[in-house]
């Protein structure tokens, strides 16, 4: 990669002058290849809510970077993650998500494995010589449960999710108290033909909510909106007010506010108004201009009323395209010989609702995690 630009570690550290990142940096596979083993092999990644493994056996599947994960509740109430590779000759274990018998069967030979990843039996092992039964286990990953979201990490001497997003907890649960208790209602998938700090990029200002998002904008005062920055996690915060263009809510509820929450890497938790309900942006990068998204949306309740099935279907079909058209366009824009590499960051000295810090900030972290390139 000598011939993309090398950041110095102050890239973006004065947000009044910054500039982004260059273009390269979004579009080019050897970066690509860098960031999957610095940055993402190495960092706390979360991949689904508490309750879609809250039942022993309960499991689910997750890819990004070219690995496939299981996160699995054992017989024994262990929340545990495994490659999903069966050992033998490399076949996957299991799809989708669901809740598993007492075992995990490999489709190809049978091999089955307990929950908590021993091997359980190896048809005709008994014959083969020397066989490793106990090197013939699921490969683990770390996991944990934090804040009431899964998250999973590919280094096993990675320290603990609370160590990498310090204080991120318990501003969540300020934000959103029941977030325990949340249940899956819709889930928006899309393989998105950006690369996945595009898609952070778009979140991390809402310079583009006017006019971009007009529901949103008709909902959340922007002018009354704040971006700080926490390290390894941002809040943007805005008062708000009922609308029928988006949000819906019981005017009683003291002091209403949305609550939007970037974690490094690449994962977004938003908590509108009310604090009963969340939706959160699951990024799984796939490669340098592709990242599959999960769109989620957490009730409490199981049985949808119309009023949130109309609001399932306002982001699935106005909101949410709204982003997907943006960070779309920016890819190919990225690409163009009418781009200049680089673009100026619009950072204000107020830190307004208009002011784009939020991606100086985010920037400065990608420009640390490149220095050992």
Same mark, same amino acid.
């Given at each position: 990669?000598?011939? @993309?630009?090398?950041? $110095?570690?102050?890239?973006?550290?004065?947000?009044?002058?910054?500039?982004?990142?260059?273009?390269?940096?979004?579009?080019?596979?050897?970066?690509?290849?860098?960031?999957?083993?610095?940055? &993402?092999?190495?960092?706390?990644?979360?991949?689904?809510?508490?309750?879609?493994?809250? +039942?022993?056996?309960?499991?689910?599947?997750?890819?990004?970077?070219?690995?496939?994960? @299981?996160?699995?509740?054992?017989?024994?109430?262990?929340?545990?993650?495994?490659?999903?590779?069966?050992?033998?000759?490399?076949?996957?274990?299991?799809?989708?998500?669901?809740?598993?018998?007492?075992?995990?069967?490999?489709?190809?030979?049978?091999?089955?494995?307990?929950?908590?990843?021993?091997?359980?039996?190896?048809?005709?092992?008994?014959?083969?010589?020397?066989?490793?039964?106990?090197?013939?286990?699921?490969?683990?990953?770390?996991?944990?449960?934090?804040?009431?979201?899964?998250?999973?990490?590919?280094?096993?001497?990675?320290?603990?999710?609370?160590?990498?997003?310090?204080?991120?907890?318990?501003?969540?649960?300020?934000?959103?108290?029941?977030?325990?208790?949340?249940?899956?209602?819709?889930?928006?998938?899309?393989?998105?033909?950006?690369?996945?700090?595009?898609?952070?990029?778009?979140?991390?200002?809402?310079?583009?909510?006017? $006019?971009?998002?007009?529901?949103?904008?008709?909902?959340?005062?922007?002018?009354?909106?704040?971006?700080?920055?926490?390290?390894?996690?941002?809040?943007?915060?805005?008062?708000?007010?009922?609308?029928?263009?988006?949000?819906?809510?019981?005017?009683?509820?003291?002091?209403?506010?949305?609550?939007?929450?970037?974690?490094?890497?690449?994962?977004?938790?938003?908590?509108?108004? #009310?604090?009963?309900?969340?939706?959160?942006?699951?990024?799984?990068?796939?490669?340098?201009?592709?990242?599959?998204?999960?769109?989620? @949306?957490?009730?409490?309740?199981?049985?949808?009323?119309?009023?949130?099935?109309?609001? @399932? +279907?306002?982001?699935?079909?106005?909101?949410?395209?709204?982003?997907?058209?943006?960070? +779309?366009?920016?890819?190919?824009?990225?690409?163009?010989? #009418?781009?200049? #590499?680089?673009?100026?960051?619009?950072?204000?000295?107020?830190?307004?609702?208009?002011?784009?810090?939020?991606?100086?900030? &985010?920037?400065?972290?990608?420009?640390?995690?490149?220095?050992?390139?």
């Amino acid at each position: 990669m000598n011939d @993309i630009q090398r950041l $110095p570690a102050d890239f973006c550290a004065n947000a009044d002058e910054a500039y982004t990142i260059p273009a390269s940096y979004y579009t080019r596979p050897e970066v690509f290849d860098f960031e999957k083993e610095k940055i &993402f092999a190495n960092s706390w990644v979360c991949v689904g809510h508490r309750s879609e493994v809250a +039942e022993n056996n309960a499991y689910i599947t997750r890819e990004y970077i070219g690995e496939s994960i @299981i996160v699995v509740r054992g017989r024994d109430a262990e929340l545990r993650a495994f490659y999903n590779v069966c050992p033998h000759r490399g076949h996957q274990l299991l799809q989708g998500d669901g809740k598993a018998k007492n075992v995990i069967t490999c489709p190809y030979h049978a091999w089955t494995f307990k929950l908590d990843g021993e091997l359980a039996h190896a048809r005709n092992c008994d014959h083969v010589a020397n066989f490793d039964k106990a090197n013939s286990s699921l490969v683990q990953l770390r996991v944990e449960e934090y804040a009431g979201f899964i998250f999973v990490n590919m280094n096993k001497d990675a320290g603990s999710v609370e160590e990498q997003l310090p204080g991120l907890e318990a501003r969540l649960r300020q934000a959103c108290p029941v977030v325990d208790d949340l249940h899956l209602a819709a889930r928006f998938v899309t393989e998105t033909p950006a690369n996945w700090k595009s898609i952070v990029d778009n979140y991390m200002e809402c310079y583009h909510c006017a $006019p971009a998002h007009p529901g949103f904008s008709d909902s959340v005062d922007v002018g009354q909106y704040t971006h700080t920055m926490h390290g390894n996690w941002s809040l943007q915060y805005g008062l708000a007010k009922p609308s029928e263009k988006s949000f819906k809510f019981d005017e009683s509820v003291k002091d209403p506010s949305f609550s939007g929450f970037w974690v490094w890497p690449c994962t977004m938790f938003n908590a509108p108004p #009310g604090g009963n309900f969340m939706t959160v942006i699951y990024e799984f990068p796939v490669s340098a201009e592709v990242t599959l998204q999960h769109y989620d @949306i957490y009730f409490l309740n199981k049985d949808i009323t119309p009023e949130q099935q109309s609001l @399932i +279907e306002w982001y699935r079909d106005v909101f949410r395209p709204e982003d997907l058209r943006l960070v +779309e366009s920016v890819q190919k824009g990225l690409k163009s010989r #009418g781009y200049r #590499g680089q673009g100026r960051i619009m950072v204000d000295s107020q830190r307004s609702g208009q002011s784009e810090h939020g991606i100086a900030h &985010f920037h400065n972290l990608i420009a640390v995690a490149h220095l050992d390139r």
